[in-house]
């Protein structure tokens, strides 16, 4: 432990975003760094307890699914030793850049200083770790030293792709990395806005495995412009981390009949497509300038959606969700050290509280009917606000009588969560899924029901988060190590 008192002394705190009113001017990320004075106060905070539930991964106990070595690095860190600190970091870890920006911190959600105070800054800690090590030169390509002569592919460049070629690639294996967009990174390129995580940050780490070795083929998608039997018969393993792209949609009157009527990531995509290509003056993106937009879906997403919406000068922005708020603290069912299940104000809602003067979130609430204009164009939204009962056994929504209201909208944004992998390879390999349409692949073995075609990531798991993609890629590329060396 760096200093026994640290905890005792010293306050949690995290470096002071960029103010609502200046960053949503710019597709900047809003984080802000701080010096290493201040990062090792907060490094000081850290226990070293007996039991670090932070780096358990355990998905009751929460913590860390990477099982980064966290009191180690913070320890090495409030010694001012961040080149050490990384060497620990990188043991566990491929990626800390993407984490330490972009993680919902589940470490942290399980750190003994949050049992009765709160929890150390494990994510700041780990990006400023990481930013160090890139900015000052000291992250330089790890050319393998041996090759096995065997080749691997991997469908899709999101963070499971990412992790997987390169774990296999320092295991010794050729690896080609097939992506059907023009650029690689997935989720992490097109999902995520700039703001949160900046492309020149995804393209460095990109540049750098291509340096390493990694043959990154983009523009073409297996299964519809590369046949998947041909990928299979010209590498000896086969890694599908194609994600789970395939978008739940919204049911209610109207749906199909207007235009104006978007998924989420088709919304996200098309923007940050436009703002790398031309700085968005291509003006080849669904444009929120001047309108009232409507988010369905309060999670994430749709707060990307909203940072994205108030970036393009729209005029109000409203996000429904289905589920109640969420209480400000745990509640008894929901103790330390599970992840908390509380209410967050995210970027988005800070900015449209400072825009609006409310956060845009409508709780309890769900779209009854869609209507259009003469031209066909969305117009209004009728919504109903609901409670949940329960009927047989199961909870659904029920609509509450004289909560009718209906909305001004030019621009509806569906972020309602992915309902699985796209079947179109799924079909073509004959694979087995699971009964929530995910690619069939045990954990810890990620073989599909096809021989030496394996599986990591969302496409296996679910919709999830980048944390998980990454150990999948990373625990899926020791399966494949193991299944070729047999
Ligand atoms: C808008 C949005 C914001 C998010 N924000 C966060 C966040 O802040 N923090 C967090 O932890 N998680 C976040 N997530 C979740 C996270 O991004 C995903 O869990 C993660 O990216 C999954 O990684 P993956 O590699 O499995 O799949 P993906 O990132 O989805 O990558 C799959 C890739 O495969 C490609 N592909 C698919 N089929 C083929 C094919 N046949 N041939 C070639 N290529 C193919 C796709 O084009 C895609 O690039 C967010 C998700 C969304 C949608
Ligand atoms: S990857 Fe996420 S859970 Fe793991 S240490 Fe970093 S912020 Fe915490």
Partial sequence: MGKPTGFLEYERELPKDRPAEERMKDWAEFHTHCDSKFLCKQAARCMNCGAPFCHTGDPVVGGCPLGNLIPEWNDLVYHGKIEEAYKRLSKTSNFPEFTGRVCPALCEGS?????NGDAVTVKNIEVHIID????NGKIQPRIPKFSTGKSVAVIGSGPSGLACADTLNQLGYKVTVFERSDRAGGLLMYGIPNMKLDKKVVQRRIDLLKKEGITFITNTEVGKNYPAAKVVNEFDALVLCCGATHPRDLQADGRNDVKGIHFAVDFLKANTKSLLDSELADKKYISAEGKDVIIVGGGDTGTDCVGTSIRHGCKSVT???????LPVSRTAANHWPQWPRIKKVDYGQEEAEFLYGKDPREYLTTVTKIVGDENGDIKEVHTVKVEWVSENGKMFPKPIKGTEKVMPCQLMLLAMGFTG??????KQLSLETDARSNIKA??????????GVFAAGDARRGQSLVVWAIHEGREAAKAVDEYLKR
């Fill in 111 to 115: 750190c003994t200083a949050g049992l």
């Fill in 442 to 451: 045990q954990y810890g073995k990620f073989e599909t029901s096809l021989k």
């Fill in 421 to 426: 992998p796209e079947d179109t390879l799924i």
């Fill in 132 to 135: 160090y090590m890139f900015e």
């Fill in 319 to 325: 996000q429904l969700e289905i589920m109640p708020e």
